[in-house]
């Protein structure tokens, strides 16, 4: 069974920098479908950045330029590191994953929390 362990949230001023890691256990999870949201107080869960098999990724239009979705050489491991960080940045950040399927389209569901079956319990990231 697979478990996610996020890190590396914390406090951060303007235009500052952070690397967010997940860490994935139980499986090895280099081939499925990867991905990380945000939750800011009051608001819906929103996906920040993806990442598919062989290396494809997507990122939201607010982050576009300023955050980068990675995998480690282990590929056990998610990141997200995040440059430039705004005020609006300020959420509780979430690790996603879900087991690997031929889906050539799956940029369309990327972004959908309901298509991910496995969450990590989330690391707080404050901008201010």
């Known amino acids: 069974h697979m478990q996610l362990v996020e890190s590396g949230g914390g406090s951060v001023q303007v235009g500052g920098s952070l690397r967010l890691s997940c860490a994935a256990t139980?499986?090895?999870?280099?081939?499925?479908?990867t991905a990380w949201f945000r939750q800011a107080p009051g608001k819906e869960r929103e996906g920040v950045a993806a990442f598919a098999r062989g290396g494809s990724t997507w990122s939201a239009d607010s982050v576009e330029g300023r955050f980068t979705i990675s995998k480690g050489n282990a590929k056990n491991t998610l990141y997200l590191q995040m440059n430039s960080l705004k005020p609006e940045d300020t959420a509780m950040y979430y690790c996603?994953?879900?087991?690997?399927?031929?889906?050539?389209?799956?940029?369309?569901?990327?972004?959908?929390?309901?298509?991910?079956?496995?969450w990590g319990q989330g690391t707080q990231v404050t901008v201010s």
């Open positions: 996603a994953a879900r087991p690997p399927s031929a889906l050539s389209n799956w940029r369309l569901w990327a972004r959908t929390s309901s298509w991910y079956n496995y």
């Open positions: 139980g499986v090895t999870y280099r081939t499925y479908f």
